[in-house]
């Protein structure tokens, strides 16, 4: 192979690599929509309400346990981590609770059950969304 033949080749296998490194799909944060995470038994769950920054706790099942929801983020202000519980039962009202995050701020939600005030958290799942 001669010199010009040779360079042409790398050339183009350099080129081709490129074309296929620029066409690989891109991972990108969850679009900003409300995400609802429901707890392993379907018992309990935890909407987050992105226009408006609202977490909403739902008691779905009388099983004599509460549902715990947690909305974690971090932002220039540090990170963040809040609380929300209903313990009312089910078939009742949720518990609501509002947060001023950042436009565009990645937030995980997480939702558990548990038996009483300092049961145990148990049956979670966690989802993450956009602020």
Do not use: Y
Request: glycine share 10%.
């Amino acid at each position: 192979m001669n010199r010009g033949t040779g360079r042409t080749v790398t050339v183009c296998a350099l080129g081709a690599a490129l074309l296929g490194a620029l066409s690989a799909p891109a991972h990108s944060a969850p679009a900003k929509r409300d995400v609802t995470v429901r707890t392993a038994d379907s018992a309990g769950s935890a909407t987050f309400v992105h226009h408006g920054d609202t977490l909403r706790v739902c008691d779905l099942k009388a099983d004599g346990r509460r549902v715990v929801g947690r909305l974690l983020w971090t932002d220039l202000r540090g990170s963040h981590h809040t609380l929300t519980e209903d313990s009312s039962g089910a078939g009742n009202s949720c518990a609501r609770q509002t947060f001023d995050i950042p436009e565009g701020t990645p937030v995980t939600i997480k939702v558990c059950l548990k038996k009483g005030p300092k049961g145990i958290q148990e049956k979670c799942a966690l989802e993450r969304a956009v602020a």
